[in-house]
RNA sequence: GUGGGCGUAGCUCAGCGGUAGAGCGCCGGACUGUGGCUCCGGAAGUCGCGGGUUCGAACCCCGUCGCCCACCCCA
C-alpha cells in the first residue's frame, strides 16, 4: 500500500453519493419541466473558454475570481493563461448568441443547467464548483420578459415547495439617478454600491463608516445611506404577505418618484414590471427595493434576487442590454435569471422538503444465492432476475455464497424491500419464497408468478408513498 | 485577505503532563433455510504534520498544513 493520501475532494468541491444524486436530479427535472413549459429550450456550452471571452465582463471582483488554464508547453512556466473554466452560464450565452445569430430565432429563450467555476473561498452554501439554473430572453426590451423570468423563477420555487421566498426588485438606472442625486459621479457609484448593498445585514452606522472609510465626507455618507435606507421591508422578514408587499411597493414607488423625478420613466418599467408580475406565479413575491446593487457589472436595467429566511441569496438576474454586443458589435437586449442548485439543496434538506420517495432504496428485489448454489442454481437465479427485470423491477442479485441471514441482513441494511429466496424445497415446487423486509412477512408463491406478485406489491407501496393528489 | 475555533478509532467526540477511551458503525458467535431486537466476543489510532520544553507530551510552547464559523463577496 501506497503512503496514504487525502482522500476528500478539493475545497469546495463535493462527490455525490447516490442519495445525493437522487435529490439534485430531482430539483433538477422540476427546473427543467418548469423552463420548458415557458417555452425555454436547452443550451449546453463547454466547461471552459477563452480567457478573453471572459475577462472584463464581471467587474473587478470577477475577473479576480475567474479559474484560468495555465498554458502547456513553453509557456507552461510563466503562469500565463489562455483559457478559463466558465464563472457563469451568461457570457457563454452572449458569446453563442453572437456566434450562431442567424440560425436563432429572434426571441431566443434558453435554459441552460451546468456547473460553473469560482476561486472563491468556500462557505456555508458556496463552493468553488456549483451548479446554476440559468434562464435567459434575448432580442427583446419589453418587460414582459422580465416578468415571464420572474413568473418562471417563483413557479420552480413554488413547486419545490417554497411559500416563502421574496424577490427583490431594482434597477440600475435607477440606483444611477439615485447616487447621481446625492453627488455621486458616475466614476464612484460602484463602490459606493457595493457599501450601500449591506445596509440590510450591517445597518445604517456601519455603512456610514465604509462609506467614510472610501473617501466620502461624513455628510455625504449620511446622505448616501438616508436614500437608500427607506426600504419598506426588511427582506429577512419571514412569510410576509402579498397585500404587506403591494402595499410597500406602492409606497417605494412614490418615495422613488419624489427623490429621483427626472428618473420617471424608469420608474414606469419598474411599475410595469410589478403591475404585470401581479398576474403571475410572481404574485405576492416581488418587492421593490431600491438597495438591491448586485455584483455583476453586465446589468444595465431591471435587476433581481430571490431569497429565504436563513441563506444570502438563492438566485438572481437581471436585464443586459449590452454584453452580447460586446462579442457581436451591435447590441441584442437581453434578461436572464440563475437559481443556484445547490443553495436551494441546502435550505430544502434543512427543512425536509425532500419527499420520502427519495430515499428509497437501491433496489426493488434482492435475488439471494443459495449458500451450496451449484451451475444450475446460479443460472436459475439470474434467470429469474431477468424476469423480474422484464417488468420494470429494479432487481440486485447476491453475487457470493455467504449464509442467507447475511444476504438478507444486506438487503434490510439497503432498504430493499423485496428478498426472492429460491432452495432446494423450492426449486423442487418450482415455487419461490417471497419475503417482505418491510412488512417482516413472506409468502412462497408460483415461480412464473413471481413477476407479477412483487410488481404488484411495489405498486401499492409507492401509492402509499406519493398519493396522488 | 482579516478575526475566532477545531484537528484523538470508519463516524461523533471524551481525555488536557504519568502505559490511548466511550458511543455508534464494522467483523464473528448465540441463530447449521431468514434481516431488524437482545446478549457475548473481536479487530481497529506514529492522538494532523515538524520541531522544542520535560525523567516523561494527545495534553505545555513555536512553526506548519487542513477543516469549520464570522467578515467580505456571491449562486
Not at 423552463?35 to 475577462?55: C, H, K, Q, V
Not at 418599467?269 to 410589478?274: G, S
Not at 444570502?312 to 442590454?321: C, P, Q
Request: glycine residues 8%; aromatic residues 8%; hydrophobic residues 40%.
Amino acid at each position: 500500500m501506497a503512503d496514504k493520501q487525502s482522500t476528500k475532494p478539493p475545497s469546495g468541491t463535493r462527490d455525490f453519493l447516490p442519495g445525493d444524486v437522487r435529490r439534485r436530479e430531482y430539483v433538477i427535472d422540476v427546473v427543467r419541466r418548469v423552463y420548458e413549459r415557458y417555452g425555454f429550450e436547452p443550451l449546453e456550452t463547454p466547461a471552459f473558454e477563452n480567457i478573453d471571452t471572459l475577462l472584463g465582463k464581471y467587474g473587478e471582483e470577477g475577473n479576480k475570481l475567474i479559474f484560468k488554464i495555465l498554458k502547456r508547453g513553453e509557456h507552461e512556466g510563466t503562469g500565463e493563461a489562455d483559457l478559463a473554466l466558465r464563472y457563469d452560464l451568461t457570457v457563454p450565452l452572449a458569446r453563442v448568441v453572437a456566434q450562431y445569430q442567424n440560425e436563432l430565432p429572434k426571441f431566443f429563450k434558453r435554459y441552460q443547467i451546468q456547473p460553473v467555476w469560482r476561486a472563491d473561498r468556500p462557505a456555508r452554501g458556496r463552493f468553488r464548483e456549483f451548479y446554476q439554473c440559468d434562464i435567459d430572453s434575448m432580442g427583446s426590451t419589453s418587460p414582459i420578459v422580465d416578468v415571464e423570468i420572474l413568473s418562471a423563477v417563483s413557479e420552480v420555487l413554488v413547486t419545490l415547495g417554497f411559500d416563502d421566498f421574496t424577490i427583490r426588485l431594482n434597477h440600475r438606472q435607477l440606483l444611477a439617478a439615485l447616487l447621481e442625486s446625492v453627488g455621486v459621479s458616475a466614476a464612484g457609484q460602484s463602490d459606493t454600491l457595493v457599501a450601500l448593498d449591506k445596509l440590510d445585514k450591517t445597518g445604517p452606522d456601519a455603512v456610514i463608516k465604509d462609506l467614510e472609510s472610501r473617501g466620502f465626507d461624513h455628510e455625504k455618507a449620511s446622505r448616501c445611506v438616508n436614500m437608500f435606507a427607506s426600504d419598506a421591508i426588511r427582506t429577512t422578514t419571514r412569510l410576509p404577505s402579498p397585500s404587506v408587499f403591494a402595499a410597500a411597493n406602492m409606497s417605494q414607488l412614490s418615495r422613488l418618484h419624489q427623490d429621483v423625478p427626472e428618473a420617471s420613466s424608469i420608474l414606469d418599467e419598474v411599475q410595469a414590471i410589478l403591475d404585470m408580475s401581479a398576474d403571475t406565479q410572481a404574485a405576492g413575491h416581488v418587492l421593490l427595493s431600491r438597495s438591491l446593487a448586485r455584483g455583476l457589472s453586465y446589468y444595465t436595467g431591471a435587476i433581481m434576487e430571490v431569497g429565504v429566511e436563513g441563506i444570502g441569496s438563492l438566485g438572481g438576474g437581471g436585464r443586459y442590454d449590452n454584453l452580447i454586443g460586446m462579442f457581436l458589435g451591435r447590441d441584442v437586449p437581453a434578461c436572464g435569471f440563475s437559481l443556484g442548485l445547490e443553495r436551494i439543496i441546502v435550505v430544502m434538506t434543512e427543512r425536509n422538503m425532500f419527499k420520502d420517495a427519495l430515499s428509497l432504496g437501491s433496489a426493488d428485489v434482492l435475488v439471494t444465492m443459495w449458500p451450496d448454489a451449484d451451475d444450475a442454481i446460479r443460472r436459475d437465479a439470474l434467470a429469474l432476475a431477468s424476469e423480474l427485470r422484464a417488468v420494470d423491477l429494479r432487481v440486485d442479485v447476491y453475487p457470493e455464497p455467504d449464509k442467507l441471514g447475511k444476504q438478507l441482513r444486506y438487503a434490510s441494511d439497503r432498504d430493499v424491500q423485496f428478498a426472492v429466496i429460491v432452495g432446494g424445497d423450492e426449486r423442487a415446487k418450482k415455487a419461490v419464497t417471497i419475503k417482505d423486509l418491510v412488512a417482516s412477512s413472506q409468502e412462497t408463491v408460483a415461480r412464473e408468478s413471481a413477476p407479477q406478485f412483487i410488481r404488484e406489491r411495489v405498486d401499492a407501496g409507492q401509492r402509499t408513498k406519493n398519493p396522488e393528489p
